[in-house]
């Protein structure tokens, strides 16, 4: 599955931060043996608070995050402790496993152990669970690659061995309340359990007790047994699942973290010994949390995540029917948009109406409110929904258990339920929502809007019916309804982009406006040149990533590069393995393993088709691949077994594919400056007929706002900004740096006009990588002698300054800056057409202390653009 921008900075932020941490307790760790080695003795400073200042003073994690929010485990010893803020619909299952590979690899330096995945509610456990015991789930498949094919999925009843945590990356999946000591079902948790006793001595090695209850104080013991051999008390450890955690300190994963924020359930959590935590939420409280990232609505909405915007419909003096006839109606109107959207792009949608109930059991029919079979009858008898198209999710009736909902062969088409779904249900098909009481409708406003906010296939149509979601309420104010969304959407982590309700024929709400160029800027074409490529008749089209980068490429020149060279041992998941262990005070302790064999790996037989598999993201032609694994494993068997090759294939496979990975991006690149070089690829104005290949500004733009919405003002007067080329402009289409950046080019005498086109996507650039670049910001300068330039610029986090992304838009930005230079425009153009002579791009970072470092980069660019 290929991760988002936004999901790929979360990530890449993590790793930032884990060579922080490793870097403070290294330095930690030496100033220990320093002092030791000098007889001499000082409080050293927490290596964990120490790498969240380094955090923070290094701009990696939010600007209004504090400091550090300090958890101790059982035995005194700090805990790092992370959350990430991302909404509903963001991912966050596939962000934690992608957390727990870095952490398990980077951190810990290590493939195996215990993981403690923690969820909040049954449905949530149900939708984790179908998709990390899939093998072929994409969430499964990251876990995999972690565990270099050791995994090994647990629930809470079910049994597992030392040897199991040893060899395998183990994942025991819990419920928050079984984690809760002082709720019921935390009773099999923390009592004696047959199922575990391969972790502990045996029960009359009295010396070995007690060592072990010296070593970890918190663990759980019975009554103290009286030792005539021995002469002692020793503990009597209860070999419970609870104590089990404490002794292998499992990396905790916590689902929806701001439910675990009570005392007890914190006490609970740290005193099982976890080795780091892992916090996911769409919510978290900055002062519980130490919020690593904080990703908003608008980059899920950038990265067609969600559907938005989210009309309301409201009915008073209505009869449930009644709306509920509406919105069927409505559902089969997106249905026959579906299916031409189906006929043309060849991806299949089938709308799906949830409608929410007052009541549900055979009891409570009759008894005032809407029942479900009300609700069943009314759409099978009255609308001729077939009665397999209509399903119950109710405490009562579960009919969607085991349905595939974005399958082409399901039938459902409407929901009925109460509370069943209101959390941990991920379905994109949902799109509207229908709430046919006012008893409940303003508590399912907030709790259900979720439900259907998901885009499938996390992509949007361009048909604007299918790019939205629905929700009908029944005599519910306009205002109470609004505000309740409003407010579901906040409890979603979607705040920022609450303006984004439609208020179906209420002007006075959000609505859509229309927003002109300033008047001097009217009518005239303004051109600005996409990356072209030349056909076969020699004229020019977009260039095509798959067809002219990929397509071209010489795939019988990629092998394995250190084939010849590569010691197995380096991917061998039976190495030793050591970790040094510092406890908060002081105490010091290397802890080293080895790591035994698997069955279904080291069963010497190489899984060759899999290798293949593996590749495809890389080497999308199969045949190619399996050249490719078939010279290597002819190689290494020159110098290995086949056993020896099986055991190792997981993580052999992995540095194939990085290795295949640099070879197809260095050919990539060559292949794109040769066409540039030899006018194959064009990066210039296209004259008549062509020049609707040109990206044209707009001369009217439209955009969803809601009611006093926040304009762009400047700094030094407090004005609204004027050198913007649409007015108004508004905050809501900025981040904070961006904001800074638009406000100095408003202030630059330089600047005729600036234009924030990454918004709306509006201008992408396509190079030797399959991802698009959208630039922040196009700065049009007209110098006194009539020479017309234009600067892109991008804005960048400093921590991001070496990463591989800026890298790489560094070389593109230069490759570009030059063929437009050298190109030559093709074609005539009207007077009217604005072009520019020169086009430059410069990536601006923001400076690590957030201060106004980057100011002088910037006039810099702007001073040289117009010089």
């Known amino acids: 599955m290929r991760l988002k921008g936004y999901q790929e900075d979360v990530l890449n932020t993590l790793s930032a931060y884990l060579r922080l941490l490793s870097e403070a307790i290294d330095k930690t760790a030496k100033a220990r043996e320093a002092l030791k080695a000098a007889g001499a003795e000082a409080e050293l400073p927490d290596p964990i608070a120490s790498a969240w200042k380094a955090a923070r003073d290094n701009a990696l994690v939010p600007a209004n995050v504090g400091t550090w929010h300090a958890l101790k485990d059982g035995t005194a010893a700090s805990i790092p402790h992370l959350c990430f803020k991302v909404p509903t619909g963001g991912g966050k299952t596939l962000l934690a496993t992608h957390a727990v590979e870095r952490v398990m690899t980077d951190h810990f330096r290590r493939r195996t152990g215990l993981v403690l995945w923690i969820v909040p509610s049954s449905a949530i456990y149900d939708q984790t669970k179908k998709q990390l015991w899939d ?85 759980d013991i019975n009554d103290l047994a009286e030792s005539a051999a021995a002469g002692v008390k020793p503990a009597s450890i209860k070999q419970s699942l609870g104590n089990v955690l404490r002794m292998v300190r499992p990396v905790i994963v916590l689902d929806e973290g701001h439910r675990a924020y009570s005392d007890t359930a914190r006490e609970t959590l740290t005193g099982l010994n976890p080795s780091f935590m892992v916090e996911l939420s769409a919510t978290p409280n900055a002062a519980r949390s130490n919020i690593l990232v904080n990703v908003s609505g608008r980059e899920l909405k950038d990265e067609e995540m969600i559907k938005l915007p989210l009309q309301l419909v409201t009915f008073q003096n209505e009869t449930w029917k009644r709306v509920l006839s509406d919105a069927v109606s409505d559902l089969d109107r997106l249905q026959k948009d579906a299916a031409k959207f189906q006929a043309k792009a060849g991806r299949y949608i089938r709308p799906i109406l949830l409608v929410r109930v007052d009541r549900t059991g055979k009891e409570q029919r009759g008894v005032g409110g809407v029942h479900s079979e009300d609700v069943f009858e009314y759409l099978t008898q009255e609308h001729g929904f077939p009665p397999e198209a209509v399903r119950r999710q109710t405490a009562e009736v579960k009919e969607l258990k085991g349905e595939d909902l974005l399958s082409d062969l399901c039938p459902v088409r409407v929901v009925i339920t109460k509370d069943a779904l209101r959390e941990g249900w991920d379905c994109p098909f949902a799109y509207s929502l229908a ?34 979601a629905y929700v009908y309420c029944c005599d519910v104010a306009v205002n109470e309804a609004l505000g309740k969304i409003k407010q579901g959407l906040e409890e979603e982590g979607l705040g920022d982009i609450a303006g984004d309700v439609l208020v179906r024929g209420d002007p006075e709400e959000s609505k859509v406006i229309e927003i002109s160029r300033r008047a001097k800027h009217r009518g005239a074409r303004i051109l600005v040149p996409k990356v072209l490529h030349k056909g076969k008749r020699r004229q020019f089209r977009d260039l095509d990533y798959d067809r002219d980068i990929l397509g071209e490429l010489e795939w019988d020149n990629l092998t394995y590069s250190t084939a010849e060279t590569v010691e197995l041992a380096e991917f061998d998941p039976a190495r030793r393995q050591a970790s040094r262990i510092d406890l908060q005070d002081g105490n010091a302790f290397e802890v080293t393993s080895e790591l035994g064999a698997s069955t279904d790996v080291d069963s010497g037989r190489i899984d060759r088709p899999h290798m293949i598999r593996q590749l495809l993201d890389v080497i999308p032609n199969p045949w190619q691949g399996a050249r490719i694994i078939d010279a290597t494993l002819d190689v290494l068997r020159t110098r290995y077994t086949e056993r020896d090759i099986a055991r190792c294939r997981i993580g052999l496979t992995d540095h194939i594919r990085s290795d295949l990975r640099t070879q197809r991006d260095a050919q990539a690149e060559a292949l794109f400056r040769r066409k540039v070089n030899e006018g194959t690829i ?16 707009q001369q009217i733009l439209k955009m969803r706002v809601s009611k006093n919405e926040p304009k762009l003002k400047r700094h030094f007067d407090g004005q609204d900004v004027q050198l913007s080329l649409f007015d108004p402009v508004f905050e809501k289409d900025f981040n904070t740096f961006e904001k800074d950046v638009a406000i100095y080019l408003d202030e630059a005498e330089a600047v005729h006009w600036w234009h924030r086109v990454a918004a709306r996507r509006e201008w992408g650039l396509q190079g030797w990588l399959r991802r698009k670049v959208y630039p922040d910001f196009l700065v049009w300068q007209e110098t006194k002698r009539g020479t017309t330039r234009l600067l892109t610029v991008e804005t960048k986090g400093d921590h991001l300054a070496g990463s591989s992304d800026v890298k790489w838009k560094e070389r593109f930005f230069q490759v570009l800056e030059h063929a437009y230079k050298t190109g030559k425009e093709a074609g005539e153009f009207d007077l009217l057409a604005k072009k520019p002579k020169e086009m430059h791009f410069r990536i601006i970072l923001q400076p690590e202390d957030r201060s106004d470092a980057w100011k002088p980069e910037l006039q810099k660019a702007v001073a040289v653009e117009a010089a």
């Open 435 to 468: 709430i046919l009481s006012n008893t409940t409708a303003t508590t399912a406003l907030t709790q259900m809007v979720g439900r259907i906010l998901r885009q499938p296939h996390a992509k949007r149509t361009g048909v604007d019916s299918l790019d939205q």
């Open 682 to 697: 064009l990066f210039k104005l296209v004259g008549p007929p062509l020049d609707d290949l040109n990206w044209e500004v």
């Open 135 to 219: 093998r072929g789930h994409p969430y499964r498949q990251v876990l995999e690659r972690a565990a270099a094919g050791r995994v090994k999925m647990i629930e809470k009843m079910d049994s597992f061995t030392s040897e199991d945590v040893r060899d395998r990356l183990c994942v025991l999946m819990l419920m928050l309340p079984a984690a809760n000591r002082r709720s019921p079902e935390a009773l099999k948790v923390f009592r004696d359990n047959g199922n575990y006793g391969s972790f502990f001595p045996q029960a009359d090695d009295f010396p070995a007790l007690n060592k072990l209850k010296g070593e970890i104080p918190n663990l």
